[in-house]
């Protein structure tokens, strides 16, 4: 029941004899205390062992520094000599800077288990209702490392096949250009990729189980919400490892978790980095869902978070300008002075420097304060800017004074003109709005677009109603409309943009982005991904007609790849289930010995001991107790392996080169 690093802990420790053990039960503190006074004798023996030296030192010109800090740390981990995965076993509640608020001023949200990695595989052998289903372990970063490292090294991709237009066929190769779904746990799956496509995704949107207990998230755990947000931090952390500079990731939620997810997401991607909070309604407000329930929620949301907010640039919404109610033009007769202020460039024009000119048949009357300089903004933007930078100009510019502002307005132009004091007991100029003279050619051709703000209030309601078969399958979970997508995609990214889904479920996104000419990753798990996804995407290839298929002129065409992340110890759970008799289930067992990968916590003495006083069905269920749950796909690293490539088909052993090697992985 230890990992590799506690086996080499103990093996150091017992060199010194009894020195730090008592009635053969750890010292701990004796070790703390010694670490904590660089003890020459105890530091070069840690360093003198390869797996702690990998796991605790650092090498800073040549020196090698043991990091005695991680190793103090460790040996305070609750119980950790016992079974313990992580230092928050016994004592949850709000923490700052690793502190609980006992012990610090500053207080943040946190929950136990953050430190660890949690596999959460939402498969039938850790989904099903018995005595089956395994207590999977939370893997702390630091005390389990190398069990860390081997479950998140890339895995060995297999079935590789291509779909087209004109059939499905095995590929060795890969080009990035090409669209990707994936078969496998999202966690495992995600790091696989990282290396290729670390900072290439322009959107990242996901769907996940919402934890509500109805859903695919099914945990036996007494700190559900702890796990879910465990579940959720360990794919958001390395999700935001894909998004480029100016990438942007959606997470569609309820009521429930919302809050919970946003104060997650605000330490993952940045609270400054929240592009807004989206309301969607999903449900028709006047059908009544439960009758003996006071409320009925109507609503869920979908939280937006740039990688860069600096960086972000969204597509907005835009209709045409209608130039004919503006009264007055503008001329620009010189560069005019340019200064920064307020954070914005303003270029200041003197009388003489420009030109207003009425025009002869304006479209509306009365309209004194509009002049074709810009499209529509409220008084109280314009008014903002002019009451906090321009109104203490007179002194400095003089009187008749025209200021051209960059950075204010949303029709793409990215100025406004204001005019100061014409007289001397005067305060205040005008803010013109409209469009300048020299753009009204550019509007006339298209050059030049009147956008609208992106709200965050959006009626879905009859598209979640009508979704059922939308995309030729049917999934009575989840399901997200095309329309929905088709917003959050067009204002996220641009044609030919990378897009990933890592939740796929019945494939909405991918199959969205492939209508809009975007390229797509998409991750699922579960085994209805070719029912589902993989069927949906064959559909749109094939000129699929419902979804947003009317609104895009959609025709059919695309293609794309399908690999799956190869099973390991999956193999043996099956065999484990289809034995029909005690003498298979030893054979099965002895195999397992010298070829399966066992949780580490495993007594083996234990069940080898105990195993035949079991009965047949007792028996199964030990074995897959026992399979490690964490080691179910092959690595990369194994494919060369003897025993391994003998598995494997030339066909995807060379799709595995073109994969990793010819990118420079």
Do not use: C
Not at 432 to 438: C, N, T
Not at 464 to 470: K, L, S, T, Y
């Amino acid at each position: 029941m230890e990992t590799k690093i506690n086996q080499a802990i103990t093996s150091v420790l017992e060199r010194f004899g009894e020195k730090y053990f008592i009635d053969d039960a750890l010292n701990k503190s004796k070790v703390i205390q010694d670490l904590d006074n660089y003890d020459a004798t105890l530091l070069k023996a840690f360093i003198s062992n390869e797996i702690l030296k990998n796991n605790f030192t650092i090498d800073i010109d040549g020196n090698i520094i043991l990091q005695t800090n991680k190793l103090i740390e460790l040996f305070e981990a609750d119980e950790y000599w016992k079974d313990s995965y992580t230092k928050y076993t016994k004592k949850i509640g709000l923490t700052a800077g690793g502190k609980f608020i006992d012990e610090s001023s500053d207080v943040v949200l946190n929950f136990p288990y953050k430190d660890t990695v949690l596999k959460a595989s939402m498969s039938k052998e850790d989904t099903d209702k018995d005595d089956l289903r395994p207590e999977e372990p939370f893997l702390n970063e630091v005390i389990a490392k190398e069990e860390v490292d081997v479950l998140l090294d890339k895995k060995i991709l297999v079935n590789a096949k291509k779909y087209n237009e004109n059939s499905v066929h095995e590929v060795d190769r890969f080009s990035e250009e090409d669209n990707l779904i994936m078969k496998g746990n999202n966690l495992l799956a995600l790091h696989t990729l990282k290396e290729k496509y670390a900072g290439k995704v322009k959107l990242i949107y996901i769907d996940p189980p919402y934890n509500t207990g109805r859903d695919s998230f099914k945990y036996n755990d007494n700190f559900n919400r702890a796990t879910w947000l465990t579940f959720m931090f360990n794919r958001l952390e390395i999700a935001r490892e894909f998004l480029s500079d100016n990438g942007s990731i959606f997470v569609s939620i309820d009521e429930k978790q919302q809050a919970y997810l946003q104060v997650l997401m605000n330490e993952i991607f940045g609270e400054n980095n929240l592009l807004e909070v989206f309301h969607i309604q999903a449900r028709y407000t006047q059908k009544s869902l439960n009758e003996k329930d006071n409320f009925q929620p109507v609503m869920e949301y979908i939280l937006a978070y740039a990688k860069d907010k600096l960086h972000f640039m969204p597509n907005k919404p835009y209709e045409d300008y209608d130039l004919s109610k503006f009264k007055w033009d503008i001329e620009e007769l010189s560069q005019g002075e340019a200064i920064e202020l307020g954070g914005k460039k303003v270029t200041i024009f003197k009388k003489g420097e420009y030109k207003i000119t009425k025009r002869n048949n304006p479209g509306i009357k009365g309209l004194k304060d509009t002049w074709a300089s810009g499209s529509v903004l409220t008084g109280n933007t314009s008014g903002k800017f002019f009451d906090l930078y321009l109104s203490k100009r007179k002194e400095v510019d003089g009187l008749e004074i025209l200021y051209k502002v960059e950075g204010i307005g949303e029709d793409g132009l990215g100025y406004r003109y204001f005019t100061g004091p014409k007289k001397e007991s005067s305060i205040r100029g005008q803010f013109y709005s409209g469009v300048p003279l020299a753009m009204q050619e550019k509007i006339k051709i298209g050059e030049a677009k009147k956008f609208k703000p992106i709200v965050n209030y959006y009626d879905f309601s009859g598209d979640f109603g009508n979704i059922r078969h939308e995309g030729g399958v049917a999934f009575n979970s989840g399901k997200k409309p095309e329309k929905l997508l088709k917003l959050i995609i067009e204002i996220a990214t641009n044609e030919l943009d990378l897009v990933m889904d890592f939740h796929l479920g019945s494939g909405s996104t991918a199959a969205t982005a492939m209508k809009l000419n975007r390229r797509f990753i998409g991750i699922e798990q579960m085994d209805y991904i070719k029912e589902l996804s993989v069927k949906r995407l064959t559909n749109v290839i094939k000129g699929d007609e419902t979804g947003i298929s009317k609104d895009v002129n959609w025709q059919g065409g695309g293609s794309f790849v399908y690999v799956e992340l190869m099973e390991k110890n999956r193999g043996f759970l099956k065999s484990i289930q289809d034995a029909e008799t005690q003498t298979d289930v030893q054979k099965l067992f002895d195999f397992m010995l010298e070829e399966a990968e066992i949780d580490f916590r495993v007594d083996l003495e234990k069940v080898k001991n105990t195993l035949h006083e079991l009965s047949l069905d007792e028996q199964k269920k030990t074995l897959i107790k026992i399979i490690d749950k964490n080691q179910l796909y092959y690595n990369y690293s194994e494919i060369d392996d003897a025993n391994v490539r003998d598995l494997i088909t030339d066909n995807d052993y060379a799709f595995n080169k073109s994969f990793y090697e010819e990118s420079g992985e």
